[in-house]
């Protein structure tokens, strides 16, 4: 049967079969090509197998549709050489092996398919012949069934059309008789208070009296009709300027439900409703929007001036509207105590702000065709009161800013911004959306500012409790808090009290909350704000705060404490190392910054930091260095130096001057690293000073000596003094313990040196001199940076003293030695 259906195979000859057949198989097979190539959507060329530009009529094209061998055959043998028309033949016979094979390898793989195709084919042939008995069976059927039909209609063609024509006169009675019965109908609907029914009676009735009003009794229907609506409309009015229950009606029930019973319901034509309105329930107490609306919604039906009943309306809702206002005002005042922020938007937000939706959404759908001048006059009915309404809110929100909860505010001031989503859809002239969010980011800027005082306070008082704690006395065998511990103590309090703002402030960029995809919150709040406002604004303040330590002592300076001045020094310098850069970090990754205003950068923050700790610790420098100045200014002026005795030991201020030298070591120890030395020679604690230590001191007092020496001697002074290396007394200091320590030495020595320039001295207070300097060079040069720095100044002051002295005897080197041990 397959091969069959194959047709003949590639050696079949034309014998084979007779010429009818085989005559008609190549047309069948080029019907089949076409229809699949219409159903792939396939070109004539992409079929072949062709290139694009050949000639789909060729007839030696082998895969065209008019190929002809005969002709092909002719073309080979003229055209091609023996070896040519061998491959071509070769070719040929591959080609013809190739379509055999893929041929069957095609029908091996389908046979299965092939299989059910076939056994699907067979039960389809069973199925439509059992189908076209039941066909044949259904048409017999709807023939019969079609008959009996026919006969049926034509029996009750005469009986159909007179039913027609009778239930066509039943409706025309009802209809006459509802409208002979319309006065009565309309008299018991005012009785009983069903106003909205009476006005669609008279709606669906007053086309069809003002139709026929030519005739009398159509006229006196029409009469009677318009004095009864006369005072249905009186009523209404009366209802909407007083109230629901200020009418008494027959009855006693006022306002009964609009369906009453009547003893011939209408015609459906005349009952069908007028009024789709669905209005909310009434809130307790007066009439409200809806009771207004239905009121207005009749007069309207009824033909009353739309204009006046606008301003009617809206005068009513001022009242109401006013009424809730000064409920909210009331709140506010100072005998019962004002609630909660939250309670109080929840009572503005379902008493003003839902009666104002009301009043909206009835007065656009009730008076739409007033068109833009209605939709202005609503804009400004809605503007006037919603800032009335503002204004309370903002009073509210006012007396929140004391507080430090960032999370009842926060949720207050998203139920009020979510609550004025309805009112600025519907009256998106008014600009109360706009208003509400003006507001929300007025009281967002007053929270960030708030939170920046917050933190000036935080950080003054960790000084004063670093004041306090410095100040406080010492008890015996219990030693206070180092400077290292109260500065990891305000370090931590400043850092969690910031952490603390940035977590209250976050509050208003969370997800949840309506106003936080506004730009203002997704921008210029988070840049300009947060960054910039709060933490950019207390860190500046935090410097110009300290730096305001750094006046002349004869205001702030004097009474702050030098190890405060310290202490803030390194607090300034950890901040321009590390918190900075941290705590920036922390506040761009909370809060996402969108907004491409410009920011202060981090390294203009950290070098404003690290000036200002240089400034500290300079002006700390320059108060420990005036305190020992004082101590040495006040020994060499209040002592007698011309008649002083032999001295016999180192007076108590030097020893002072090294114990306060040593008390500065260790503080400044506690909070910076030692520093970096010059290499000190091994002599540096054997050294006496002695007058005639110099060149130039040898000079003076060898036995040479004349009366005009002193002249010579001076200038030999001044010359070497040019020659000599200059000492920056107020040189910068540098963050560690050596250059603060170096900064303290030279003021302190550099004060002694000017004050032993302005006294006259005595042999023996020559001598105390050189004493005290040698004690202070066995001390003071493990201090500095360089000894030979102390060691220059202190000549420099035994030089100075001996040049004040009428009899410059010195004291010899070995007793210095042995009184400084002694000492």
Known sequence: MAAAAAGPGPGSGPGDSPEGPEAEAPERRRKAHGMLKIYYGLSEGETAGRPPGSDPLDPTDLNGAHFDPE?????????????????????????IRALDSDMQTLVYENYNKFISATDTIRKMKNDFRKMEDEMDRLATNMAVITDFSARISATLQDRHERITKLAGVHALLRKLQFLFELPSRLTKCVELGAYGQAVRYQGRARAVLQQ?????SFRAIQDDCQVITARLAQQLRQRFRCGPGTLTHPAGVPGLPVAVRLPHPPHPEFCQPALHRHLPPRREGGSGAPEQAECVELLLALGEPAEELCDEFLAHARGRLEAELRSLEAELGPSPPAPDVLEFTDHGGSGFVGGLC???????????????????????????????YFALVE???????????NSLLVRA????????????????????????????ERVARERLGHH???????????????????????????????????LANVASSILSHIKASLAAVHLFTAKEVSFSNKPYFRGEFCSQGVR?????????????????????????????????????????LDYETATISYVLTLTDEQFLVQDQSPVTPVSTLCAEARETARRLLTHYVKVQGLVISQMLRKSVETRDWLSTLEPRNVRAVMKRVVEDTTAIDVQVGLLYEEGVRKAQSSDSSKRTFSVYSSSRQQGRYAPSYTPSAPMDTNLLSNIQKLFSERIDVFSPVEFNKVSVLTGIIKISLKTLLECV???????FGLQQVQVDCHFLQLYLWRFVADEELVHLLLDEVVASAALRCPDPVPMEPSVVEVICERG
């Open 757 to 763: 320039r302005l006294r006259t001295f005595g042999r």
């Open 358 to 388: 009301q009043v909206a959404s009835a007065y656009q759908e009730l008076f739409a065709a007033q068109g833009p001048a209605g939709a202005e006059k609503l804009a400004a009915f809605a503007r006037e009161l919603g800032g009335r």
């Open 452 to 486: 920046l005082q917050g933190l000036r306070a935080a950080f003054l008082g960790c000084l004063t409790d670093v004041r306090q704690a410095l100040a406080a006395p010492r008890l015996a065998g219990k030693e206070g808090p180092g400077l290292a511990e109260l």
């Open 532 to 572: 910039e406002g709060l933490i950019v604004g207390f860190i500046r303040s935090m410097c110009q705060t300290a730096q305001s330590f750094c006046d002349s002592p004869g205001e702030k300076g004097g009474a702050t404490p030098p190890a405060l001045l310290l202490l803030l020094s390194r607090l300034c």
């Open 71 to 95: 002709v092909y055959l002719d073309k080979l043998r003229r055209e091609c050489p023996l070896a040519q028309l061998m491959d071509s033949e070769t070719d040929m016979v591959r080609q």
């Open 212 to 216: 026929y009003q030519h005739l009398p």
């Open 395 to 405: 009073r509210r929100l006012a007396q929140e800013q004391g507080s430090g909860d």
């Open 413 to 440: 001031l998203d139920r009020f911004h979510r609550r004025l989503r309805a009112p600025g859809a519907l009256l998106a002239a008014a600009g109360l959306a706009e208003a509400a969010t003006e507001i929300v």
